[in-house]
């Protein structure tokens, strides 16, 4: 993406193609995706004795988009990573969004 289309709609919109189109055809449900890395992290963690409890997709999908903030704070603009930051944010809150269902499904069928 070159700075003439480094305009917000255009940063958005290019987020929305790639989050929603081929990502998707290349890594599956971008939920799922991220919940595969929850676990993966988490028993990393665990293991290493570095984490009390467990880590959702939604907040791996939070870290990924801190990772771009601190790329952002580089020498050098890169506007994909403005792109990349927009999306991890945008499944972060899909992802929170279905845990908080699957969490009232479950508290639902303890009652």
């Known amino acids: 993406m070159e700075l003439a289309q480094s305009t917000c709609a ?3 919109d290019t987020a929305r193609d790639i989050t929603s ?3 998707a055809a290349t ?3 971008k939920v799922e995706n991220h919940a595969n890395i929850a676990r993966l992290w988490n028993a990393h963690l665990h293991n290493r004795g570095l984490l009390r409890a467990d880590i959702p997709g939604s907040v791996v999908a939070e870290l990924m988009g801190l990772m771009k903030f601190a790329r952002m704070a580089g020498p050098l603009h890169h506007p994909d990573n403005y792109v990349d930051g927009v999306g991890y944010i945008a499944i972060a809150g899909e992802c929170r ?3 908080e269902v699957l969490k009232a499904d479950k508290q639902a069928s303890a009652k």
């Open 10 to 12: 255009n940063i958005l």
């Open 21 to 23: 189109g081929d990502r």
């Open 27 to 29: 890594y599956g449900d």
């Open 97 to 99: 969004a279905r845990e």
